[in-house]
């Protein structure tokens, strides 16, 4: 069973180390083109969101340094304040997707390696939401992980972490149905269950569908 506070809880005690080995490997880490893909069409003032920031970098850091206006937003109280240290130019918001108020709306959204913590039972809603935190044309990139296999855990830096996910056919199809098109997805890495990325706009049309699947499918 997750319990997605429990895996908040293990990022606050392995913040710091966490950080430090994301740190060692950032010169030229891999999101790097998918992130410069998601931002080219953007306007030069663009407010993007980073859904599950942790320390804030590589991505935060990456994005603020284009000049674009960059939100926070974490479960983890240990790693936001990494964060701000981190990227002072970045404004973070401590909350779980899948009830946290970031504002916006925005022109992206970022969710990066931190969808696949919550279980897959609540995806649908959780895309629902970032559409709805986008603008009409808004764009999103999120990883995801998981082969529609069982959720699993794994041990990283001491502590145990729950992963979930559908298989990646089932999870563009979800995507697609909260008002999204899916303009690129790839696999990310194959050795890692599945882990694929995808690059999709939110429709401008389906602002009430959106709206609906929210309400439906609200926790």
């Known amino acids: 069973m997750a319990d997605v506070d429990e895996t908040i809880r293990a990022y606050d005690r392995i913040a710091q ?3 430090n080995a994301r740190v060692a490997g950032s010169a030229d880490f891999r999101e790097r083109a998918l992130l410069d893909r998601l ?5 030069p003032d663009a407010q993007i969101l980073d859904v599950g920031c942790g320390c804030g970098e590589p991505i935060t850091a990456y994005l603020a340094e284009r000049g674009v206006e960059v939100v926070g937003l974490d479960g983890s109280a240990r790693m936001l304040d990494l964060a701000r240290r981190a990227v002072p130019k970045a404004t973070f918001v401590l909350g779980e997707m899948r009830t946290a108020d970031p504002g916006g709306p925005f022109d992206a959204v970022v969710a990066w390696d ?3 913590h919550i279980p897959r039972a609540d995806h649908r809603n959780v ?3 970032f559409g709805s935190w986008l603008r009409p044309g808004g764009r999103l990139l999120v990883s995801l992980g998981g082969s529609g296999e ?5 041990q990283m830096h001491g502590e145990t972490f729950f992963y979930d996910g559908h298989e990646p056919s089932e999870a563009l199809r979800i995507i ?16 890692s269950h599945g882990h694929i990325a995808v690059l999709a706009v939110r429709e401008r049309h389906l602002i009430s569908t959106l709206k609906c699947n929210i309400e439906h499918h609200r926790p």
């Open 114 to 116: 931190s969808v696949f």
């Open 176 to 191: 697609e149905s909260t008002g999204f098109r899916i303009e690129h997805w790839e696999v990310d890495d194959p050795s």
């Open 150 to 154: 069982a959720a699993f855990t794994s």
């Open 17 to 19: 180390a966490w950080r």
């Open 127 to 129: 895309f629902a939401r």
């Open 39 to 43: 931002v080219l069409p953007l306007p």
